[in-house]
Nanobody, 115 residues
């Protein structure tokens, strides 16, 4: 079992930056692949970025060059650095840990990009 505490969301102006954190507890953090996903009301959840247990990242085309996913296995924490934010990045962002049949989700944190 993995539990998460997400933080770092909020209101930011277009062009601004935010850093999301997802602190995990309850299991061996380093064995899981991790990811950030986002979802707006009435829309399907979409992948933002994932990072393997060995630290290899992959990004959605919409965030490449602007967002950076990273993990600190010593701190059991996943991060998402978001730069050059756009209004269309406004969503609830959730972290996920997964490996085989194991699949755990955070509760989500709101990111709002607006002037």
């Amino acid at each position: 079992q993995v539990q998460f505490v997400e933080s770092g969301g909020g209101l930011v102006q277009p062009g601004g930056s935010l850093r999301l954190s997802c602190a995990a507890s309850g299991s061996v953090f380093s064995i899981y692949a991790m990811g950030w996903y986002r979802q707006a009301p009435g829309k399907q959840r979409e992948l933002v970025a994932v990072i393997s247990s060995r630290g290899s990242p992959n990004y959605a085309d919409s965030v490449k060059g602007r967002f950076t996913i990273s993990r600190d296995n010593a701190k059991n924490t996943l991060y998402l650095q978001m730069n050059s934010l756009k209004p269309e990045d406004t969503d609830v962002y959730s972290c996920r840990a997964f490996k085989g049949v194991y699949d755990y989700w955070g509760q989500g944190t709101q990111v709002t990009v607006s002037s």
